[in-house]
């Protein structure tokens, strides 16, 4: 008789997708019979007949194990795979990883190249579609001047991808010697970066959230020249929306200074 498929339901974390694949790997159920689903917030599920189902509670301990023993027994480049895809909001990034994971363990270092395994070739998708994205913010993410003493710069951005920490740790080497805040939209959360070097990215609270936005709306003359800077440069002759829109898509430019509108 055919085995039931498991299904390990877990948070939407990267602790939660790597504890699931934690239990998952200690079964021993086998991993063709097994998927990763983790729940996120207002999605809904279908629920697969005749499978049975597993709710796995988040554990940062057997997650850590699971990264230490990617990176130990398997390869760094694996590491990174993995950490790639953790940043990714695929809804089959569990299943991918899971099966990347186990059959590292079968193929050795050399598992980032088969890429005629589907596992592999996925996680290779997810990894560039994540860092794709991280390189548009770093090209087109805009800061503006919130506070003038100490000055303060700020960013806001809304990535499909959780991808807040490589966009800070790019700005931290350029601004290295100032005050910003990057705040993420998408997953309510911000870095925070002092004059000294020190930078916390953590979750924010609603109140904080209120605060960020509000200091976003308020109109700075810095915004407005680069605005006029932005018309003035511009040869009405030569303009092409078509072209300007595959080299800067639609989805960047909410809040780049030179397309927002004028209060």
Not at 25 to 49: D, M, R, V
Not at 50 to 77: R, W
Not at 170 to 197: L, P
Request: with cysteine; charged share 25%.
């Amino acid at each position: 008789m055919e085995k039931q498929i498991r299904i390990y339901q877990c948070e939407n974390s990267p602790d939660g997708i790597l504890s699931a694949v934690f239990e998952a790997g200690i079964s021993g159920y086998g991993h063709n019979y097994i998927k990763i689903q983790p729940l996120a917030p207002g999605y809904i599920y279908n629920i697969e007949l005749f499978s049975e189902y597993i709710k796995v509670e988040t554990s940062p301990e057997k997650a850590e194990n699971v990264l230490k023993t990617i990176d130990n027994m398997i390869s760094h480049e694996a590491y990174f795979f993995v950490m790639s895809a953790l940043l990714s909001e695929d809804a089959d990034r569990g299943n991918v990883i899971y099966q990347f994971v186990t059959y590292g363990f079968t193929i050795g270092r050399d598992i980032t190249k088969a890429l005629q395994l589907d596992c592999v070739s996925r996680i290779f998708a997810i990894k560039r579609s994540v860092h794709n994205e991280a390189h548009f913010y770093k090209e087109f993410l805009r800061f503006q001047e919130v506070k003038k003493t100490p000055p303060v710069l700020m960013s806001k951005m809304e990535p499909k991808n959780r991808v807040l920490t490589l966009v800070t740790a790019h700005f931290e080497d350029r601004f290295n010697a100032e005050y910003f805040i990057i705040y993420d939209k998408s997953y309510k959360e911000a870095s925070f970066h002092s004059a000294d070097g020190n930078c916390v990215i953590r979750i924010l609270t609603q109140e904080e959230e209120k605060k960020l936005d509000s200091l976003l709306d308020t109109n700075e003359k810095y915004a407005d020249l680069w605005k006029v800077f932005f018309k003035s440069i511009a040869v009405e002759e030569r303009e092409n929306y078509k072209l300007q829109r595959g080299n800067l898509a639609l989805h960047y430019r909410k809040y780049m200074t030179e397309f927002m509108e004028n209060n």
